[in-house]
């Protein structure tokens, strides 16, 4: 069965475009490496929470937008074997493809798919 990774960031409202690059840059590295699907999504109806939200959950600023994204591999172990080779990738590096907002952050996991209708 699938295997989903999941990512929740706050991204610099006026970093949009450059995030639009970076992500777009890492999905070539993802797919060569195996996902099979990559979504971002640019918030824009993200409310703030009393307990718990997106925005408490990454510290997000004014300034700044939560992005959600996922990746979709077709296993757990494909994605494992994958993912070192990624983090290693000349492409991804930062020097060339900077992250353009604070990866510490960065809200993230890997799930096993129960339910996909």
Known sequence: MSYVDGFVAAVPTA???????????????FKEHGVLNMVECWGDDVPEGSLTSFPMAVQCKPDETVVFS???????EVRNNAMPKIMEDPRLQFDVNPMPFDGKRLIYGGFSVIVDV
Do not use: D, F, G
């Not at 996922?70 to 757990?76: E, F, H, Q, T, V």
């Open 15 to 29: 970093n949009k475009e450059q995030y639009i690059k970076h992500a777009t840059a890492a999905a070539t590295v």
């Open 70 to 76: 996922w990746l979709i591999w077709p296993s757990r």
